[in-house]
């Protein structure tokens, strides 16, 4: 199936529906990297005028601003778990992170207390939390089996999209200009995504039968007909939940009996420590042409590649190939690093090396190790265990990132970048053999399909 199929006149209100949703990744995209043009301001000792506190904050300080954000990212996916069910995908999207993201955004935008600013962040990690949860739900409930692994890529793209957006207008602006103009994005997002529906299979597991045929209908611009049978296992899958009726402790002992489960993780782990927190360094140092717009765009040309490739190649593929470019982009980064450590002056004139190894980076993690563990987040667990599923491994992705942002400063500082470069090599080498001995192909599983693996 080609894009030109794809995009035709009957899929528009689907691709629609994909691509408003898809406005939370955006405010996800933009509040991941909203300090990044801030924190110079606010650490500057000359205390600029532009600083809303007046002094530059104390390292201290600054620790707990990043921190906050991921702490606000792993108290999210709980919640989620719970309201995607009793509220919906939908409402979940609107209330629990769409809202959260707005009052972050003022809070940050207005605020000159310190201690406001550990507020907005903590909220600004709490949407991106429930978005983490939420949205890989949603895209997968809505999509067709041959459009969802495209879809599901878009999350990153779109978010891509949001860093290279802040990126390029933040330092431009004054602070609170800059949050203020960001938080039109949430505020557009609740109001334009209140005109749109929950998911087939939500409306289905409250009973409502008559709503799920007409959303069904609309995504795929189909007669009642047409969608017949896909609206019969849906129902199927949602029946055989109900009569496993197990409680919430039983579905935790199964969850963590599971190889999905351990895979997941196990992938997240990865996607988290594979040299992300290494490239905002090789940016810095370089040079000055390496703006944090171009390293935006770089990302974006890079994620725009996945969603064309992704159900052609299978999911393995992709992790495999991205492994193995990350492994050579970080050893690069080692060797520019030790090279301009120890004054190599046949490499550290020419900044070619960290140039190409950070290009690298970006390509390879945002074709494998970016958007697929979500995208395979979003496919394979089964409807019975598939929120708490979904909640702890949103909760561990960012626990690790937390453990990685307070550690990765600590081991520089010791090691030095170029050691922490070839750690991050190493490490890369690590995932290449997880997903080869791990990973399970999901390219053309059904939702119901996944209990197979549990072996």
Same mark, same amino acid.
């Given at each position: 199936?080609?894009?030109?199929?794809?995009?035709?006149?009957?899929?528009?209100?689907?691709?629609?529906?994909?691509?408003?949703?898809?406005?939370?990744?955006?405010?996800?995209?933009?509040?991941?990297?909203?300090?990044?043009?801030?924190?110079?301001?606010?650490?500057?000792?000359?205390?600029?005028?532009?600083?809303?506190?007046?002094?530059?904050?104390?390292?201290?300080?600054?620790?707990?601003?990043?921190?906050?954000?991921?702490?606000?990212?792993?108290?999210?996916?709980?919640?989620?778990?719970?309201?995607?069910?009793?509220?919906?995908?939908?409402?979940?999207?609107?209330?629990?992170?769409?809202?959260?993201?707005?009052?972050?955004?003022?809070?940050?935008?207005?605020?000159?207390?310190?201690?406001?600013?550990?507020?907005?962040?903590?909220?600004?990690?709490?949407?991106?939390?429930?978005?983490?949860?939420?949205?890989?739900?949603?895209?997968?409930?809505?999509?067709?089996?041959?459009?969802?692994?495209?879809?599901?890529?878009?999350?990153?793209?779109?978010?891509?999209?949001?860093?290279?957006?802040?990126?390029?207008?933040?330092?431009?602006?004054?602070?609170?200009?800059?949050?203020?103009?960001?938080?039109?994005?949430?505020?557009?997002?609740?109001?334009?995504?209140?005109?749109?529906?929950?998911?087939?299979?939500?409306?289905?597991?409250?009973?409502?039968?008559?709503?799920?045929?007409?959303?069904?209908?609309?995504?795929?611009?189909?007669?009642?007909?047409?969608?017949?049978?896909?609206?019969?296992?849906?129902?199927?899958?949602?029946?055989?939940?109900?009569?496993?009726?197990?409680?919430?402790?039983?579905?935790?002992?199964?969850?963590?009996?599971?190889?999905?489960?351990?895979?997941?993780?196990?992938?997240?782990?990865?996607?988290?420590?594979?040299?992300?927190?290494?490239?905002?360094?090789?940016?810095?140092?370089?040079?000055?042409?390496?703006?944090?717009?171009?390293?935006?765009?770089?990302?974006?040309?890079?994620?725009?590649?996945?969603?064309?490739?992704?159900?052609?190649?299978?999911?393995?593929?992709?992790?495999?190939?991205?492994?193995?470019?990350?492994?050579? !982009?970080?050893?690069?980064?080692?060797? $520019? &690093? =030790?090279?301009?450590?120890?004054? *190599?002056?046949?490499?550290?004139?020419? /900044? @070619?090396?960290?140039?190409?190894?950070?290009?690298?980076?970006?390509?390879?993690?945002?074709?494998?190790?970016?958007?697929?563990?979500?995208?395979?987040?979003?496919?394979?667990?089964?409807?019975?265990?598939?929120?708490?599923?979904?909640?702890?491994?949103?909760?561990?992705?960012? !626990?690790?990132?937390?453990?990685?942002? $307070? &550690? =990765?400063?600590?081991?520089?500082? *010791?090691?030095?970048?170029?050691?922490? /470069? @070839?750690?991050?090599?190493?490490?890369?080498?690590?995932?290449?053999?997880?997903?080869?001995?791990?990973?399970?192909?999901?390219?053309?599983?059904?939702?119901?399909?996944?209990?197979?693996?549990?072996?």
């Amino acid at each position: 199936m080609n894009w030109q199929q794809i995009l035709k006149p009957k899929n528009l209100y689907f691709w629609v529906t994909v691509l408003i949703s898809n406005m939370s990744a955006f405010t996800s995209g933009t509040h991941l990297v909203w300090l990044v043009p801030v924190m110079p301001i606010l650490k500057a000792e000359k205390t600029p005028q532009e600083n809303p506190f007046k002094k530059a904050i104390t390292p201290n300080q600054e620790a707990w601003i990043w921190a906050s954000f991921s702490l606000g990212a792993i108290i999210g996916p709980p919640l989620a778990a719970f309201t995607v069910d009793k509220i919906g995908r939908k409402n979940t999207l609107m209330r629990c992170v769409a809202v959260p993201y707005f009052v972050s955004f003022l809070i940050l935008g207005f605020s000159e207390l310190v201690f406001l600013y550990y507020i907005g962040r903590l909220l600004g990690g709490f949407a991106l939390g429930n978005f983490f949860v939420t949205l890989p739900m949603y895209l997968g409930e809505i999509s067709q089996l041959s459009l969802r692994g495209k879809v599901l890529s878009l999350i990153n793209l779109f978010q891509c999209l949001g860093v290279l957006f802040s990126l390029f207008v933040g330092p431009r602006l004054s602070i609170t200009s800059y949050a203020f103009l960001c938080s039109l994005i949430p505020a557009a997002f609740f109001i334009i995504f209140s005109g749109f529906f929950d998911t087939p299979y939500f409306y289905l597991s409250r009973g409502n039968i008559s709503e799920a045929e007409k959303v069904l209908m609309k995504l795929r611009n189909a007669t009642q007909e047409e969608v017949k049978d896909e609206l019969e296992m849906l129902q199927v899958a949602i029946e055989n939940e109900r009569e496993e009726n197990i409680s919430f402790k039983q579905l935790c002992i199964r969850l963590m009996m599971t190889r999905e489960l351990f895979m997941t993780m196990g992938l997240m782990a990865f996607q988290q420590c594979t040299g992300s927190e290494l490239e905002g360094s090789v940016v810095t140092e370089i040079s000055a042409e390496l703006t944090g717009c171009i390293y935006g765009a770089i990302q974006v040309l890079a994620s725009i590649v996945a969603p064309f490739i992704i159900d052609r190649t299978g999911r393995k593929l992709l992790l495999f190939i991205s492994g193995m470019g990350m492994m050579i !982009s970080n050893f690069g980064e080692g060797v $520019y &690093f =030790f090279s301009r450590k120890h004054n *190599i002056k046949s490499v550290d004139q020419k /900044s @070619w090396l960290g140039i190409l190894s950070l290009i690298l980076f970006q390509v390879a993690f945002n074709i494998g190790f970016g958007p697929v563990p979500w995208v395979i987040v979003g496919e394979i667990f089964q409807p019975t265990i598939k929120k708490i599923a979904i909640m702890v491994t949103v909760t561990f992705c960012w !626990s690790v990132n937390l453990l990685v942002s $307070y &550690f =990765f400063p600590i081991i520089t500082h *010791i090691l030095g970048n170029y050691y922490v /470069s @070839w750690i991050f090599a190493l490490i890369c080498v690590l995932a290449v053999f997880f997903t080869q001995l791990f990973v399970i192909e999901t390219k053309d599983m059904n939702l119901g399909q996944k209990v197979g693996s549990n072996k």
